[in-house]
């Protein structure tokens, strides 16, 4: 594939965060979270002795396998997701590529009791911002489409505001950079607005961000499951790691928990099956 899919979709990212800034200003989407309800805890959710945790993805189509579901209707896959057994939910908010809407966080979160993660390319601290105004619980941020300075400051605005950070990488390169991040929350004093107040007893010297392992290459949407073989070795067993794309039978999850991974992201699996839930028992053996 010769295009550069990631390049492409992060470009258009860019015009929608502009449109998105004219409909919703910076100044008064920081006003908005200040008296929101605690977010809940996603990296927390994922740690689970001796299990394999899953964190089901609700999509409607995707650059690589185009329309996923006909039926789709987030509220209901969600309903099926905690009923099957899930652990987390990650939602696609991107328009173009996966037919995501930011607004299907809510109705998401409104439906089950699950922490949400917002999925999508985030560029700036508006939309960290934004994803806690309409209801994530967690990010993800792709260490391939920004800096150490870049995710530092998104990590530490998301942390400031309750929400975990799930950071994705893909190469050994980008997996180097991100363990070398060591952030500190943010010092007390100036705070960003909204900003939830951390009591003296609970500091902590460092931010835990979750490590997502992605065998998808985005820029040429290729698939090779041995990214994580790769990886996983290099990565501090006290840190919680996700495998995400490719995963698509129960022997595949049960390499991953062998492995010692904490969880999974399955989307495309379980968006193409008749029977969601049964689909997840299956692949998950539960």
């Given at each position: ?10 470009l258009k990212k860019k015009e929608k965060i502009l449109i998105a800034k004219q409909q919703l200003p910076e100044e008064l989407l920081t006003v908005k979270v200040k008296d929101l309800a ?249």
């Amino acid at each position: 594939m010769s295009k550069d899919v990631l390049k492409e979709i992060v470009l258009k990212k860019k015009e929608k965060i502009l449109i998105a800034k004219q409909q919703l200003p910076e100044e008064l989407l920081t006003v908005k979270v200040k008296d929101l309800a605690p977010a809940r805890a996603f990296i927390a959710a994922l740690n689970k002795p001796r299990q394999i945790t899953l964190i089901a993805e609700i999509k409607k189509q995707s650059p690589s396998a185009g329309l996923l579901r006909e039926d789709f209707n987030p509220v209901e896959i969600a309903k099926a997701y905690q009923e099957a057994g899930a652990h987390a939910v990650s939602v696609l908010t991107e328009e173009d590529n996966f037919s995501g809407d930011i607004n299907y966080i809510n109705q998401v979160k409104a439906a089950v009791n699950l922490p949400i993660l917002r999925k999508d390319f985030i560029l700036q601290p508006y939309q960290i911002y934004e994803s806690r105004y309409f209801g994530a619980d967690a990010v993800l941020l792709i260490a391939d489409i920004l800096t150490k300075e870049q995710l530092t400051q998104l990590i530490q605005l998301a942390d400031s505001l309750g929400l975990d950070s799930l950071v994705e990488v893909h190469t050994e390169k980008e997996l180097k950079k991100i363990l070398s991040l060591k952030i500190a929350p943010l010092a007390a004093g100036p705070e960003p607005e909204g900003a939830i107040k951390k009591s003296k007893d609970k500091e902590k010297k460092f931010i835990d961000f979750a490590i997502g392992i992605n065998n998808r290459d985005l820029h040429t949407l290729e698939v090779d499951p041995k990214i994580t073989e790769k990886l996983y070795i290099l990565i501090p067993k006290e840190r919680t790691v996700v495998v995400e794309s490719g995963l698509k039978s129960s022997q595949d999850v049960l390499f991953l928990k062998i492995l010692g991974v904490n969880a999974v992201l399955i989307g495309s699996a379980f968006m193409q099956a008749p029977d969601i839930i049964a689909k997840v028992h299956e692949m998950m053996g539960w």
